[in-house]
């Protein structure tokens, strides 16, 4: 059973920083894309920021240059650092990543719970 449990989030001022962290844990072959994805009420769920196994890695336009997303592959941990925050930051974070379980040939998609970040002007 395959779980992603995210952590970090939290309140802060604008202009400071949060580091989320999103462990995936359980029976796992090997893991492909890991990301971030954020949802504000009323309104779809937004990709953040993503890296694949080997590194690459995509943001969306509004977090260029503010926001840094890592992985440990030895921990099966994707990060998100994200400084210079603003108020239009807020939302519920969501990890997201593609992962294949033993004896399996092809990656299913998993969703942790969320992690509010609020950022107060």
């Known amino acids: 059973h395959v779980q992603l449990v995210e952590s970090g989030g939290g309140l802060v001022q604008a202009g400071e920083s949060l580091r989320l962290s999103c462990a995936a844990s359980?029976?796992?072959?090997?893991?492909?894309?890991m990301g971030w994805f954020r949802q504000t009420p009323g309104k779809q769920r937004e990709l953040v920021a993503r890296i694949i196994s080997g590194g690459s890695t995509n943001y969306a336009d509004s977090v260029k240059s503010r926001f840094t997303i890592s992985r440990d592959n030895s921990k099966n941990t994707v990060y998100l650092q994200m400084n210079s925050l603003k108020p239009e930051d807020t939302a519920a974070y969501y990890c997201?990543?593609?992962?294949?379980?033993?004896?399996?040939?092809?990656?299913?998609?998993?969703w942790g719970q969320g992690t509010q970040v609020t950022v107060s002007s």
């Open positions: 997201n990543a593609d992962i294949m379980p033993p004896y399996y040939s092809t990656y299913a998609n998993y």
């Open positions: 359980g029976t796992i072959s090997r893991i492909n894309t």
